[in-house]
């Protein structure tokens, strides 16, 4: 992990994330009883979301969307505006939100039933977040978006679990690895608590 973040590797992180499931517990609202994570899930012809996993809360199915960006990728301008790569990051899940509601039938052909989705975007350092220009700037964001952004800390705060409690990760052994997209399908077609919701949520 360290290597492909010191590297600035997009490449070597997504690599390392598709291997190792644990690294996504700071991100999972639930962390035991996990479902499995899946990766590279392609929709409407032309998008494409890193990872994906489903919540399966009792009001309703909430699928958790996830983005990585590249390491060390800037975020702010010396203007305080956001970089193009970071606005072109944000406007790429904007795109996916706006084509789920605009295409129903193929979001329940990809995911079964969804009540919600709940967008993550991996993107910057720690660092750069904890200026005074970042967290101003997150705070508003967060209080007038849908989607969620994490910093890359959020994966080195699960190896911390790792290494001090690693009782913590017993689900997370149970499903060490992502899953292809192509056992998505299977995956909710099998699960009675996502046939309930297909015939409730139509």
């Known amino acids: ?28 609202s639930r962390k035991y009883g996990i479902q499995p994570i899946f990766r590279e899930i392609s929709f409407g012809g032309v998008f494409r979301c890193d990872f994906a996993w489903l919540n399966d809360n009792s009001s309703g199915p909430e699928w958790v969307i996830v983005e990585v960006e590249r390491p060390k990728m800037p975020l702010f301008k010396k203007d305080k505006n956001p970089t193009a790569k970071f606005q072109n990051a944000i406007e790429q899940i904007k795109s996916w939100d706006r084509y789920f509601y605009e295409n129903p039938g193929d979001m329940r052909k990809i995911f079964g039933a969804v009540s919600n989705f709940r967008f993550i975007l991996i993107a910057g350092t720690s660092e750069e977040w904890q200026t005074e220009n970042g967290q101003k700037w997150r705070n508003y964001h967060h209080n007038n978006s849908n989607i969620e952004i994490r910093s890359m800390q959020t994966f080195f705060n699960s190896i911390k679990v790792a290494k001090n409690r690693p009782e913590e990760l017993w689900s997370f052994e149970e499903r060490p690895t992502s899953l292809s997209s192509s056992k998505l399908k299977e995956y909710w077609q099998n699960y009675g608590y996502m046939d309930t919701w297909r015939k409730v949520l139509g």
């Open 1 to 28: 992990m360290k290597a492909a973040y010191d590297e600035d590797s997009e490449r070597a992180l997504l690599s390392i994330l598709k291997d190792n499931s644990f690294l996504f517990y700071d991100l999972f």
